[in-house]
């Protein structure tokens, strides 16, 4: 990209998300920020806080559970009760007065949480009885993951019956579409790896049975909402909650080629490790998937302003999504586009708490 006083790439332009038209190609990927109420209600911050970014071309809510065996840690919120679904509804009416497109992640966290956040203090379930490494974030703060319990297969009608509800409460709350979380190592992503998936029912073994949780649950979100309204998030290449696989390659190729058969409007890839690196050595080309997929194709992870310009300029990418800049940023692509500096978000406020380092970053007038 040249170096003039605006940014002159087509990532500040209108296009087309399916039906929808977004008023350019940056996306406010999905942040948790662990703010909800009780019973996972989404807090009344949160209107402040999406509609102060709703200049995102579209924004993507926060990973929501999508039933209370979903969640996995304090303070998310749900997309399962009526009373979810009104608090949402103010945020998704307050953010489309203001000209926003906005979108839900449709969550289920699997063996990533802890009996103190579970029903009745159960263990938290997975496609097979493996511990992960790492801690859950409760409200007696950090505690090590346990060993889960595994899905029985008769159950899993159940598993995909929790992402149709949510789909149906999520149009009920006036998103303009969903987004399923099949990355980072929660339950679809579990049930893809063979790390984690090592069941031999129909859900598991084989390619095709490790896809299959994933097609039901995007056949059900698709039957909710066609699938010009869905997209799907991968991190084909992460290892983000002790998530491995023995031939990723050959996994999300299979994937996304079954996933064409949806026409979802768009694949959301993480394209290194979650939060980090986004050139793993040994690892394949995300590129081979976007190539692959008939949909926009929206990369995320670690992006700034001369990446996505690149990213644009080389067909690289329909869609760039920006995660931490948008946390301290709320008017991220006003700044991208003149150029002007970003500020760092304060990591001591990134998860719970109020309105400080939530809805308290200025813009660039306000500072
Ligand atoms: C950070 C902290 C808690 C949850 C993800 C939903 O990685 C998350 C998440 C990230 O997708």
Known sequence: MTNTETAKSDLFSPVMLGPIQLAN??????????????HDVPSELAIEYYVQRATAGLIIAEAT????????????????????????????????????????QLWHVGRISHPSLQPDGALPVAPSAIKPEGQAYTTAG??????????????????VQQYRTGAENALAAGFDGVEIHAANGYLLDQFLRDKTNQRNDAYGGSIENRARLLMEVT???????????????????????DIADSNPEALFTHVVKALNHFNLVYLHVIEGETGGARNLPGAFDPQILHRLF????????????????????????????????????????ERLRVKAPLAEPDPATMYGGGAAGYIDYPTMKTA
């Open 65 to 104: 559970q999508v039933s209370p065996q979903g969640k996995g840690y304090v303070f998310t919120p749900g997309i399962y009760s009526d009373d979810q679904v009104q608090a949402w509804k103010k945020i998704t009416s307050a953010v489309h007065a203001v000209g926003g497109k906005i979108f839900l």
């Open 142 to 159: 950090f505690v090590p993951l346990l060993t889960p319990r595994a899905l029985a297969t008769s159950e899993m009608p159940e598993i």
């Open 25 to 38: 190609r940056i996306v406010m990927a999905p942040l948790t920020r662990s703010r909800a109420g009780d």
């Open 219 to 241: 056949a059900a979100v698709v039957g909710v909402w066609g699938g010009e309204r869905v997209g799907i998030r991968l991190s084909p290449v992460s290892t983000f909650g």
């Open 294 to 333: 008939n949909g926009l194709y929206m990369a995320n992870n670690g992006y700034d302003l001369n990446l996505a310009a690149d990213a644009r300029d080389e067909q690289r990418a329909d869609l760039v999504a920006f995660g931490r800049p948008f946390i301290s940023n709320p008017d991220l692509v």
